[in-house]
Nanobody, 119 residues
Framework: VQLQACGGGLVQAGGSLRLSCAASTRTFNTYFMGWFRQAPGKEREFVSAISWSGGSTYYADSEKGRFAVSRDNAKKTVSLQMSSLKPEDTAVYYC?????????????WGQGTQVTVSN
């Protein structure tokens, strides 16, 4: 599975960005999709995830109410709508795919897209 993330950029605090991730697989709906981020000097951290059908979504506590994850299985894409952005959201954001994240974690990763939030 190849994943291509896009949509990052520079935005002022309080602004919004929408990240998208396109998958190359024919069986996109068999993959749980996640978003992670890594800020300079910090470890990669979980941001959000969405189940195979999109019926269940998950967020890190700091993102609840600000971020919204969605997927379109027909288009083989997953998106992350980010609102009320803060400077501490600055990081490289990665999308990832897994048949089942509880069994073996996320197996496939995209190349990352930079999000920079200025004061």
């Amino acid at each position: 599975v190849q994943l291509q993330a896009c949509g990052g950029g520079l935005v002022q605090a309080g602004g919004s960005l929408r990240l998208s991730c396109a998958a190359s697989t024919r069986t996109f709906n068999t993959y749980f999709m996640g978003w992670f981020r890594q800020a300079p000097g910090k470890e990669r951290e979980f941001v959000s995830a969405i189940s195979w059908s999109g019926g269940s979504t998950y967020y890190a506590d700091s993102e609840k109410g600000r971020f919204a994850v969605s997927r379109d299985n027909a288009k083989k894409t997953v998106s992350l709508q980010m609102s009320s952005l803060k400077p501490e959201d600055t990081a490289v954001y990665y999308c990832a795919a897994s048949p089942s994240p509880n069994n073996g974690g996320y197996r496939y990763w995209g190349q990352g897209t930079q999000v920079t939030v200025s004061n």
